[in-house]
């Protein structure tokens, strides 16, 4: 195995630890935004496999990363089950929604998606024929809470109120509604690993709304079944899990959702973090994006924190959350240089 990121995430620890970062197709590059301009939508972005394969690609020429990202979004499952997708500029997602009985039983069932994402697919499929031959190809999904929250809402919401007003009103159509979005993320992830992914990370941006029994129904319970079923299908095929600040509960994360390595957002004191998640395998984080704005002295102070701090075992140095559009290339490249420079 002589790409990094696979070696990292089998358990090995480097002395300089493979780096990608979230968000890294997007808005920071200017090669991007020339690409989203020529693409219109960013849903015909997606979909425009050449398209997409040119922007998963970009930030893999501009910097030297040890893994590329599928250039999709978290929202083309929902679109996939039938309901309406906008992005709107400026403003994020806006989706028809899921609240009632008749609206759950007009969503395509869970494995008759794949008409609708083979251009995904495809894209994949371009990108790994492309990359580097030390460069991983990383598919996603979200996880399910997280892709119910905007199903319900019809957007971004910031407590994820409407979710969970309906998770204690209606709680057999929630349950219904997690279960669905779990068979058609298991499907979704085997498909993009048939078609080239090498390792599948599941982002729960929500999961830190989930309080109590909640978080183990809803931010574990359905990880724990997309890793099992993954895993019988796919054995060899590691899965990265971002149960986005879950803090103390970051600990045991791994052990029992069955996840290769867990993805750690800024709020985690890394030494913390080291102690507690580390102990069981992986981590993967977790740099605040806002230093790349900046970057200077704090950003190489910062990084070399993270790097001394996960030192004595497995870690994929990342962000804690995606890259902001207004961050500096020449930020990322000073980042990158700390790393590879570090001793
Ligand atoms: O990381 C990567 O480079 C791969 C591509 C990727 C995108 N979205 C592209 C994108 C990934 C992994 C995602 C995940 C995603 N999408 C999440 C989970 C991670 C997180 O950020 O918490 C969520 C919640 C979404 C839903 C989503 N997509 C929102 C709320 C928005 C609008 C906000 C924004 O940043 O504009 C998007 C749009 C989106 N997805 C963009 C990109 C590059 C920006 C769209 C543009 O070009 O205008």
């Known amino acids: 195995m002589t790409k990094k990121l696979l070696r990292t995430l089998a358990g090995e620890r480097t002395d300089i630890p493979p780096v990608w970062m979230m968000r890294q197709a997007g808005r920071h590059l200017p ?7 020529r693409a219109g939508d960013f849903l015909d972005l997606c979909y425009t496999p050449e398209l997409a394969a040119e922007v998963t690609l970009q930030p893999i020429r501009r910097y030297d990363l040890d893994a ?6 978290i929202l083309l499952v929902p679109d996939a089950l039938g309901l309406e997708v906008r992005f709107i500029e400026g403003d994020g997602p806006r989706i028809s929604t899921v609240t009632t009985h008749a609206d759950f039983d007009a969503l395509r069932a869970p494995d008759a998606i794949h008409d609708h994402l083979a251009p995904v697919y495809d894209t994949l499929r371009i990108v790994s024929g492309k990359l580097p031959s030390k460069t991983a190809l ?3 999904a979200g996880a399910p809470w997280t892709v119910a929250t905007y199903m319900i809402a019809g957007k971004g919401t910031p407590g994820q109120g409407p979710a969970h007003a309906l998770k204690t009103e209606q709680p057999g159509l929630f349950d219904a509604l997690i279960e669905h979005l779990t068979d058609a993320t298991i499907s979704y992830l085997s498909a993009q690993i048939e078609a080239g992914a090498e390792v599948v990370k599941l982002f729960d941006s929500w999961a830190g709304s989930l309080c109590g029994e909640d978080f ?11 890793v099992g079923a993954l895993k019988s299908l796919h054995p060899d095929t590691p899965v990265i899990a971002f149960p986005r600040e879950a803090g103390m509960r970051y600990e045991g994360f791994a052990r029992s959702t069955g996840a290769d390595c867990v993805a750690l957002d800024n709020s985690v004191d890394p030494v913390w973090a080291a102690r507690h998640v580390q102990k069981d395998g992986p981590v993967q ?8 704005v900046a970057g200077g002295d704090t950003l190489i102070r910062e990084t070399h924190l993270i790097l001394e701090a996960f030192k004595a075992g497995p870690h994929v140095f990342n962000l804690g959350h995606g890259i902001t559009p207004d961050a500096n290339p020449d930020n990322v ?3 990158i240089d700390a790393i590879r420079n570090w001793t």
């Open 216 to 226: 183990e129904n809803y931010a574990i319970e359905p990880v724990r079944r997309i």
């Open 333 to 335: 490249h000073l980042m």
């Open 138 to 140: 990383i598919g996603f």
């Open 68 to 73: 590329a990202i599928l250039f999709a979004d």
């Open 31 to 37: 090669e991007y935004r020339d690409t989203r301009t």
């Open 285 to 292: 984080g977790n740099l605040a994006p806002h230093l790349l």
